[in-house]
C-alpha cells in the first residue's frame, strides 16, 4: 500500500483526499504545541470583548451558552480519555499509532477528542464576542483540525489498510452518532485515574482562560471599581481550579493515579 501523502494509484476515496490539506496538517501535527496556542492567543489577544446585540441581557445568553459549549466540549473529552484513550502524542513530530482505537467513544466518532476541542474553543470565542474570533479563531481551528484529521487518516490507511477502511466506513468522521451508546457505556469501566492523570492541565488553562474573559468582560463593559465584585468571585472559582490542579499534580507526581 502506497505511504503517507501517496495518492497515485490508490483507490477513488483516496484520490479525493486533497493532497495539500495532508501536508498541512503533517506540517500542524509536528508544530501543534507551538502554533494551535499562538493562534489562541492571537484570538483571545484581538479585540476587546463586545456587548452582544447592545444589552446586558442578551451578552449574559451569550455568555452562558459559550459556558454551556465549553463545557459539553470538556465533558465529551472525559468521556473519551476515560473510557478508551488515544495516544495522539506522536513519535518525533509525526503521527504514530501502535493500534486502531476503536472502542469506547471511538466507536462512536472518529475524532471524538479534536470534536471537544473544537466545541470548548467555540464556547470561549462566544464569551469573547469578537470579530476576530468569528472571522479568524474559529475559521483557522476548524480548518486546523480537519487538516489533521485527514493526515492522521492518511497514516492509518496505510497503516491498517482495509481494518482502516472498514472503521472509516461504519463511524462518522466528527458527529458522534447515538446508536449503540449505552451498550458501550455499560461494557466499559470508566478510568477516573487517566482521566485526572491525563487532563487535569489542558482543564486548568481552559478554566482560568474562561474565568479570565469574564472578568476582562466585566471589566470592559462595567468599568474596574464596578467589576470588584465580580473580580472577587472569579478569583474564589481560580482557587479552588488551581488546588484541584495542584492536588492532581501531586497525585501524579507520587504515582497514584496509575500509569495506564
Known sequence: MSGPGTTAGAPAHLRETNPILVRYGHFLFKYRKFVLPTASL????????????????????????????????????????????????????TIHADRLVVEGLFAHSRNPLYVGNMLEFTGLCLILNTPAAYLFGIPFFALAYYSIVLAEEDFLRAKFGSVFEAYRRRVNRFIPS???????????????????????????????????????????????????????????????????????????????????
Not at 53 to 63: K, N, Q
Not at 219 to 224: A, E
Open 42 to 93: 492571537a484570538v483571545l489577544l484581538g479585540g476587546k470583548p463586545r456587548l452582544f446585540l447592545g444589552s446586558e441581557s442578551s451578552d449574559r445568553a451569550l455568555d452562558a451558552l459559550g459556558i454551556l459549549f465549553a463545557f459539553g466540549g470538556q465533558a465529551l473529552r472525559a468521556a473519551v480519555i476515560g473510557l478508551a484513550y488515544i495516544k495522539r502524542g506522536g513519535e518525533s513530530g
Open 178 to 260: 447515538p446508536r449503540g451508546l449505552s451498550a458501550t457505556l455499560k461494557a466499559m469501566e470508566f478510568n477516573w485515574k487517566r482521566l485526572v492523570r491525563k487532563e487535569y492541565g489542558t482543564t486548568f488553562v481552559w478554566l482560568t482562560t474562561l474565568l479570565a474573559l469574564l472578568g476582562w468582560e466585566s471589566c470592559v463593559f462595567r468599568g474596574w471599581q464596578a467589576s470588584l465584585s465580580t473580580f472577587r468571585l472569579l478569583g474564589s472559582f481560580w482557587l479552588l481550579i488551581l488546588l484541584g490542579y495542584l492536588a492532581a499534580r501531586l497525585l501524579k507526581k507520587t504515582g497514584r493515579l496509575g500509569r495506564t
